[in-house]
């Protein structure tokens, strides 16, 4: 562990950081996984890393300390049993903390990380046909479909982690999304209970559904289990792979969308309908109930036809008045969109909503390619645009000139609500054939976090050589990007993935590099000097 | 038959419309057999008398029933699904059985699998532990003769790879190795954010090759996968080994390979990468029917001889080593003297800026071919007798989306992927002549012929090879060099069915069988979509030497019958 204060090459002094601890943490290989949840329950989230070595799949936990470091090597881990298809997070048992739900094709069980090994320490939760129904002998994948559905707790994704308390944990139960809740028996003993459940949708037997379309001709993608299971071994019209494997299964379904849509905490079922959605309570059953379809639409919502072939659709909150919008991006095109369109309640239905068919706000930028993304970078309840775009200019066409254009601009969310007309600061970059050697790192862009705690989130950027960069945004009219970075370093090793979360729910951002066998922690240090 | 003959034949049987098979496709009534909507069908022999049989696999079972001439169902044998998640079925020659009968092996999650036969109690033919297979009822075919007995054998997923299970004069199965065989399990799970949430689960098992490897006329085993290569040759007496006689773990070749990039891309040389690719190829280069091993470790290719007991891998007989970047290395008759040449496929240097260029004003790409002829008994030129320089323009990648979309050849070559002809017999003279053709409308085009045709296709990497230089030796007439467009290079992958194609290219059907398919003229659909999803078959069903045709439409699930008389 390292205390580490964040240097300062500006002249000027800024208004200062606190400082923050490093953690490096030792995983070893290149492939594995990471969630961040509060698995004690102590209001400090701890890192769970799930990674293969010598053919067993293990899931190891790391603690966050008090003093926001966390160990070098882990609290906790376990050798999955090879039966295991996935891990959860749950409350379910009388022990400290949440417990490690072990999911597999029969049933769950819980395991407290307070105790090592299985010995003793398993426990079934559940005894059901659960899917999927095969593990992954090279993964051991997080399930994360843990949602507070009846709206009792604390939301969906709450602040720290999967599995946050109020959640009810979801589950494909045969056919059928299933909702399961804790629920104290008399003797004190705490049990998971089916609440509600409904069917999911199976992929038509035909290989025309959801087929991909290979140029503009007819080849079509048949679906395991449909067409190969006809006729496979005879002469036949329809071709086989050119080696046929021995074995080739795949099984897969859509699920009831659950989504908080009226903004009241409980969640609602969401469905597409021809020009728009129907919505309709996803009421949690009493405890007796019984696998129920999805009941009624109860309302309506039309689309904007703008909004109805998007492949991104936001509906969210975007001026602060508690009420929401829609936001949809069209990036497939050569002119690529962002909409956002003011939406009213709906008097003749009150889980419903009008939306205007005209857009109050429209961002358009051109380039190869163009990721919109959504903030509240200055914490002012109005939700801002920023979209990070790569162009190679065309007008450059020798060895000579050929360059990449990297830029990254935000649009202010303004009232209205609506964005600003033209970007309230932009970062951007060139870089030059030589330069990208490293290309993949040079693009990573961050302004998820606030690291000062001025109420505004800062701009995390890798440059050329590594350094990773903070730079800080200055609040104003218009929002501004300060030209010298406030914080540059040399990460301990190359820089995949550069994220930022609030690690010990202090509010100030804390940064998570990714390194292709290792993760660095940065965590501001609670009730440490300079605040 | 005279032609005129048989186009009337052709003609009555379109004018007479086909057999619909009664099956309860909905499984909303209990229908022939065990119930539940129909996931699988397949043609089998099951009690060795001319006519075939079909096998319908249902959600809650199998059926086995016979086919009736007027499309009726009679049931033969039932194999329900009782509680098991799993019912995994196979179908195997029948043991002790001359002919084609054929036995039904079942495979359950508790690891019971079964062996039904015509006219006999269900026998357990071994029990599996640890058996993991995903749920649901489902054609595998587990069952092959491993060890040249005639008795269908086992391979069966385990924990780490493939267990043999093989099948002995008692009918019981023993084990045998596990061999070190990737399983393929993918999980898609749900996430909270997802907008349209999904789950999904796919396994994959590659498939295995029985072939005589070290020329004792008994069958050898090669397990391939992309990390791993295990190869199980036989003793003088024909047994397998416990251990594989060759173990090739590419993954572990690879690791030593890893450049010390930290990451980082090279900017003037993209295809650096390619020192880091490893690959094996094992087949006997020298005609003493001995498999050799062609090994390609970066820019390194060896040689290793195979005698009867195995490859030798510590010492290489040759080794070459190649300057620029290696893509492909294999052996191939180059200049028709009957020994394998050695083929060394490199592609020139690419910089970050030349891709930059092809984004935007699109650039030309060079491969170059390489062929060391082999001297003496797996000895190799030290350098190549002869060059192919293959120089691939590209378009703008910028608005290469677009002109993959308007593509005419790829329009033709993917229908024509989707919807291969059929070569059959249907004057019973034994000879496939005539050929059957399902139109993108549903309907079926028939074409008579005397003479037999070609179907097989070679779909090996080997012929793929084979038939890319051969393509590029016509279009270069005899030139070194050749310039060719990226788009004018797909016509020259081979397709599957192409020899039956080019057999009644131009030519007028005899016969137009079933009406159109009304999915495939809906005016709402696509160009993709209005192509129809019916499925063709041929098979001899009734037992009269003339092959019939089955259309099997899938919404709703139906069989039309058309039978050759």
């Given at each position: 562990?390292l205390?580490?204060?964040?240097?300062?090459p500006?002249?000027?002094?800024?208004p200062?950081?606190?400082?923050?601890v490093?953690?490096?943490?030792?995983?070893?290989?290149?492939?594995?996984?990471?969630?961040?949840?509060?698995?004690?329950?102590?209001?400090r989230?701890?890192?769970?890393?799930?990674?293969?070595?010598?053919?067993?799949?293990?899931?190891?936990?790391?603690?966050?300390?008090a003093?926001?470091?966390f160990?070098?090597?882990?609290?906790?881990?376990?050798?999955?049993?090879?039966?295991?298809?996935a891990?959860?997070?749950?409350?379910?048992?009388s022990?400290?903390?949440?417990?490690?739900?072990?999911?597999t094709r029969?049933?769950?069980?819980?395991?407290?990380?307070?105790?090592?090994?299985?010995?003793?320490?398993?426990?079934?939760?559940?005894?059901?046909?659960?899917?999927?129904?095969?593990?992954?002998?090279?993964?051991?994948?997080?399930?994360?479909l843990?949602?507070d559905?009846?709206g009792?707790?604390d939301g969906?994704?709450?602040s720290?982690?999967?599995?946050s308390?109020g959640?009810?944990?979801?589950?494909?139960?045969?056919?059928?999304?299933?909702?399961?809740?804790?629920?104290?028996?008399?003797?004190?003993?705490?049990?998971?209970?089916?609440r509600?459940s409904?069917?999911?949708?199976?992929?038509?037997?035909?290989?025309?559904?959801?087929?991909?379309?290979?140029g503009g001709g007819?080849?079509?993608?048949?679906?395991f289990?449909?067409?190969?299971?006809?006729f496979?071994?005879?002469?036949?019209?329809?071709?086989?792979?050119?080696?046929p494997?021995?074995?080739?299964?795949?099984?897969?379904?859509?699920?009831?969308?659950?989504?908080?849509f009226?903004?009241?905490?409980?969640?609602?079922?969401?469905?597409?309908?021809?020009?728009?959605?129907q919505v309709?309570?996803?009421?949690?059953?009493?405890?007796?109930?019984v696998?129920?379809?999805?009941p009624n639409?109860t309302?309506h919502?039309?689309?904007?036809?703008?909004?109805?072939d998007s492949?991104?659709?936001?509906?969210?909150?975007?001026?602060?008045?508690?009420?929401?919008?829609?936001?949809?991006f069209?990036?497939?095109?050569d002119?690529k969109?962002?909409?956002?369109?003011?939406?009213?309640?709906?008097?003749?239905?009150?889980m419903?909503?009008?939306?205007?068919?005209?857009?109050?706000?429209?961002?358009?930028?051109?380039?190869?390619?163009?990721?919109?993304?959504?903030?509240?970078?200055?914490?002012?309840g109005?939700?801002?645009?920023?979209?990070?775009?790569l162009?190679?200019?065309?007008?450059?066409s020798?060895?000579?000139?050929?360059?990449?254009?990297?830029?990254?601009?935000?649009?202010?969310?303004?009232?209205?609500?609506?964005?600003?007309?033209?970007?309230?600061?932009?970062?951007?970059?060139?870089?030059?054939?030589e330069?990208?050697?490293?290309?993949?790192?040079?693009?990573?862009?961050?302004?998820?976090?606030?690291?000062?705690?001025?109420?505004?989130?800062?701009?995390?950027?890798?440059?050329?050589d590594?350094?990773v960069?903070?730079?800080?945004?200055?609040?104003?009219e218009?929002?501004?990007?300060?030209?010298?970075p406030?914080?540059?370093?040399e990460?301990?090793?190359?820089?995949?993935?550069?994220?930022?979360?609030?690690?010990?729910?202090?509010?100030?951002?804390?940064?998570?590099?990714?390194?292709?066998?290792?993760?660095?922690?940065?965590?501001?240090r609670?009730?440490?000097?300079?605040? | 038959?005279?032609a005129?003959?048989?186009?009337?034949?052709?003609?009555a049987?379109?004018?007479?419309g086909?057999?619909?098979?009664?099956l309860?496709?909905?499984?909303?009534?209990?229908?022939?057999?065990?119930?539940?909507?129909i996931?699988?069908?397949?043609?089998?022999?099951?009690d060795?008398?001319?006519?075939?049989?079909?096998?319908i696999a249902?959600?809650?079972?199998?059926?086995?029933?016979?086919?009736?001439?007027?499309?009726?169902l009679?049931?033969?044998?039932?194999?329900?699904?009782?509680?098991?998640?799993?019912l995994a079925?196979?179908?195997?020659?029948a043991?002790a059985?001359?002919?084609?009968?054929?036995?039904?092996?079942?495979?359950?999650d508790?690891?019971?699998?079964?062996?039904?036969?015509?006219?006999?109690?269900?026998?357990?033919?071994?029990?599996?532990?640890g058996?993991?297979?995903?749920?649901?009822?489902?054609?595998?075919?587990f069952?092959?003769?491993?060890?040249?007995d005639?008795?269908?054998?086992?391979?069966l997923?385990?924990?780490g790879?493939?267990?043999?299970?093989?099948?002995?004069?008692?009918?019981?199965?023993?084990?045998?190795?596990?061999?070190?065989?990737r399983?393929?399990?993918?999980?898609d799970?749900?996430?909270?954010?997802?907008?349209?949430?999904?789950?999904?689960?796919?396994?994959?098992?590659?498939?295995?090759?029985?072939?005589?490897?070290?020329?004792?006329?008994?069958?050898?085993?090669?397990?391939?996968?992309?990390?791993?290569?295990?190869?199980?040759?036989?003793?003088?007496?024909?047994?397998?080994?416990?251990?594989?006689?060759?173990?090739?773990d590419?993954?572990?070749?690879?690791a030593k390979?890893?450049?010390?990039?930290?990451?980082?891309?090279?900017?003037?040389n993209?295809?650096?990468?390619?020192?880091?690719?490893?690959?094996?190829?094992?087949?006997?280069?020298?005609?003493?029917r001995?498999?050799?091993?062609?090994?390609?470790?970066?820019?390194?290719?060896?040689?290793?001889?195979?005698?009867?007991?195995?490859?030798?891998?510590?010492?290489?007989?040759q080794?070459?080593?190649?300057?620029?970047?290696?893509?492909?290395?294999?052996a191939?008759?180059?200049?028709?003297?009957?020994?394998?040449?050695?083929?060394?496929?490199?592609?020139?240097?690419?910089?970050i800026?030349q891709?930059?260029?092809?984004?935007?004003?699109?650039?030309?790409?060079?491969f170059?071919?390489?062929?060391?002829r082999?001297?003496?008994?797996?000895?190799?030129?030290k350098?190549?007798?002869?060059?192919?320089?293959?120089?691939?323009?590209?378009?703008?990648?910028?608005?290469?989306?677009?002109?993959?979309?308007?593509n005419?050849?790829?329009?033709?070559?993917?229908?024509?992927?989707?919807?291969?002809p059929?070569?059959?017999?249907?004057?019973?003279d034994g000879?496939?002549?005539?050929?059957?053709?399902?139109?993108?409308?549903?309907?079926?085009?028939?074409?008579?012929?005397?003479?037999?045709?070609?179907?097989?296709?070679?779909?090996?990497?080997?012929?793929?090879?084979?038939?890319?230089?051969?393509?590029f030796?016509a279009?270069?007439?005899?030139?070194d060099?050749?310039?060719?467009g990226?788009?004018?290079?797909?016509?020259?992958?081979?397709?599957?069915?192409?020899?039956?194609?080019?057999?009644?290219?131009?030519?007028?059907?005899?016969?137009?069988l079933?009406?159109?398919?009304?999915?495939?003229?809906?005016?709402?659909?696509?160009?993709?979509?209005?192509?129809?999803?019916?499925?063709?078959?041929?098979?001899?069903?009734?037992?009269?030497?003339?092959?019939d045709?089955?259309?099997?439409?899938?919404?709703?699930?139906?069989?039309?019958?058309?039978?050759?008389?």
């Open positions: 562990m205390l580490f204060a964040l240097p300062d500006a002249s000027t002094p800024p200062e950081l606190p400082p923050f490093e953690s490096r943490v030792e995983i070893g290989i290149e492939d594995f996984e990471y969630q961040l949840a509060d698995v004690d329950l102590d209001s989230v701890d890192l769970l890393v799930t990674s293969v070595a010598n053919g067993e799949r293990m899931l190891r936990l790391w603690r966050q300390r003093d926001s470091s160990p070098t090597a882990a609290d906790w881990q376990l050798a999955a049993p090879p039966d295991v298809t891990y959860s997070l749950l409350d379910v048992r022990e400290p903390g949440r417990e490690v739900i072990l999911m029969s049933g769950l069980y819980s395991l407290t990380t307070t105790r090592d090994g299985l010995q003793g320490n398993l426990h079934r939760e559940l005894t059901a046909a659960l899917f999927p129904d095969l593990p992954d002998p090279q993964r051991l994948p997080c399930w994360r843990t949602l559905v009846d009792d707790g969906i994704g709450g720290d982690g999967v599995g308390s959640d009810e944990l979801c589950v494909v139960d045969g056919t059928s999304l299933s909702v399961l809740s804790v629920v104290a028996a008399a003797d004190g003993t705490t049990k998971l209970v089916s509600n409904w069917r999911c949708r199976e992929p038509g037997p035909s290989v025309g559904k959801g087929s991909i379309s290979f007819g080849f079509r993608a048949a679906r289990g449909s067409a190969a299971s006809y496979a071994a005879a002469r036949r019209s329809q071709p086989q792979p050119f080696v494997p021995l074995l080739e299964r795949r099984k897969r379904f859509d699920l009831p969308r659950l989504f908080d009226c903004g009241d905490s409980s969640l609602e079922i969401v469905e597409d309908s021809g020009d728009g959605w309709s309570a996803a009421a949690v059953l009493p405890l007796d109930a696998t129920s379809p999805i639409p309302a919502v039309t689309l904007p036809p703008a909004a109805r492949a991104a659709s936001h509906w969210i909150d975007a001026d602060g008045d508690r009420q929401r919008e829609l936001i949809v069209d990036t497939s095109g002119d969109i962002a909409l956002l369109f003011k939406a009213s309640p709906d008097p003749a239905s009150p419903g909503a009008l939306i205007e068919q005209t857009p109050s706000a429209r961002v358009k930028l051109g380039g190869m390619s163009v990721e919109y993304a959504l903030h509240d970078i200055d914490h002012d109005r939700i801002d645009l920023t979209a990070r775009t162009e190679v200019p065309t007008g450059l020798t060895l000579a000139t050929v360059r990449l254009d990297m830029a990254f601009h935000v649009f202010r969310g303004q009232p209205g609500p609506t964005w600003s007309k033209a970007p309230d600061f932009s970062w951007e970059r060139t870089f030059r054939p330069q990208l050697g490293r290309v993949q790192e040079s693009l990573l862009i961050n302004l998820g976090g606030d690291f000062d705690g001025d109420g505004v989130n800062d701009l995390v950027t890798t440059q050329l590594g350094r960069e903070i730079r800080r945004v200055t609040k104003g218009p929002l501004e990007l300060e030209k010298r406030v914080v540059s370093f990460p301990p090793a190359p820089v995949d993935r550069l994220e930022t979360f609030d690690l010990n729910l202090d509010r100030v951002a804390d940064l998570m590099l990714r390194h292709e066998r290792a993760l660095t922690l940065f965590v501001s609670v009730g440490g000097s300079g605040r | 038959m005279s005129l003959a048989a186009k009337l034949v052709a003609m049987l379109a004018a007479e086909g057999t619909q098979i009664a309860d496709a909905t499984g909303s009534s209990a229908g022939p057999g065990v119930g539940g909507i996931v699988g069908l397949e043609l089998l022999d099951w060795g008398d001319p006519r075939l049989e079909l096998l249902r959600e809650l079972g199998l059926t086995i029933a016979d086919v009736r001439d007027d499309g009726s009679a049931v033969l044998a039932q194999v329900p699904r009782a509680t098991s998640r799993t079925w196979c179908l195997a020659p043991r059985v001359n002919g084609a009968r054929q036995s039904l092996l079942t495979l359950r508790d690891g019971a699998l079964q062996r039904h036969s015509a006219g006999a109690e269900p026998i357990e033919a071994a029990r599996i532990a058996l993991s297979l995903p749920a649901g009822v489902f054609p595998f075919p069952a092959r003769d491993l060890d040249g005639g008795d269908a054998d086992f391979a997923p385990a924990a790879g493939l267990k043999l299970w093989f099948v002995g004069a008692d009918g019981k199965a023993k084990q045998g190795p596990l061999v070190r065989h399983i393929n399990v993918t999980l799970l749900p996430e909270p954010e997802d907008g349209y949430p999904e789950i999904g689960a796919a396994i994959s098992i590659p498939n295995f090759d029985v072939e005589d490897q070290n020329g004792d006329g008994h069958p050898d085993l090669v397990f391939e996968s992309e990390e791993h290569l295990q190869f199980f040759w036989t003793a003088a007496n024909g047994a397998l080994p416990e251990a594989p006689t060759l173990d090739i590419l993954g572990e070749l690879k390979l890893a450049p010390a990039s930290g990451g980082m891309l090279d900017p003037a993209l295809f650096k990468a390619l020192a880091g690719q490893v690959s094996a190829d094992v087949r006997d280069f020298d005609g003493d001995h498999a050799d091993l062609l090994l390609r470790q970066g820019s390194k290719v060896s040689l290793f001889p195979g005698t009867r007991d195995g490859i030798d891998r510590s010492k290489a007989v080794v070459l080593k190649v300057s620029g970047n290696l893509l492909d290395a294999f191939f008759d180059d200049d028709k003297d009957g020994k394998q040449d050695l083929c060394l496929l490199q592609v020139a240097d690419v910089s800026g891709v930059l260029l092809w984004v935007i004003v699109g650039g030309t790409l060079e170059d071919l390489f062929t060391y082999q001297e003496a008994t797996l000895r190799f030129g350098s190549p007798a002869k060059r192919r320089r293959l120089q691939v323009k590209l378009p703008a990648l910028l608005g290469i989306a677009d002109e993959f979309e308007e005419q050849t790829l329009e033709r070559l993917a229908d024509e992927f989707a919807r291969q059929v070569g059959l017999d249907l004057d019973g000879a496939r002549g005539d050929v059957a053709q399902l139109r993108p409308d549903g309907t079926i085009a028939l074409f008579r012929g005397k003479p037999a045709l070609p179907e097989a296709h070679d779909a090996s990497l080997a012929a793929l090879r084979q038939s890319l230089v051969a393509r030796d279009a270069a007439k005899g030139e060099t050749l310039k060719v990226l788009l004018d290079l797909v016509e020259w992958v081979p397709t599957p069915g192409a020899a039956l194609r080019t057999a009644i290219a131009g030519r007028e059907p005899a016969a137009t079933a009406t159109p398919d009304p999915s495939a003229q809906r005016t709402d659909a696509t160009s993709t979509e209005r192509h129809t999803d019916r499925l063709l078959i041929a098979a001899d069903l009734d037992g009269d030497g003339k092959d045709l089955l259309l099997l439409d899938q919404e709703p699930l139906t069989v039309e019958w058309f039978k050759g008389t």
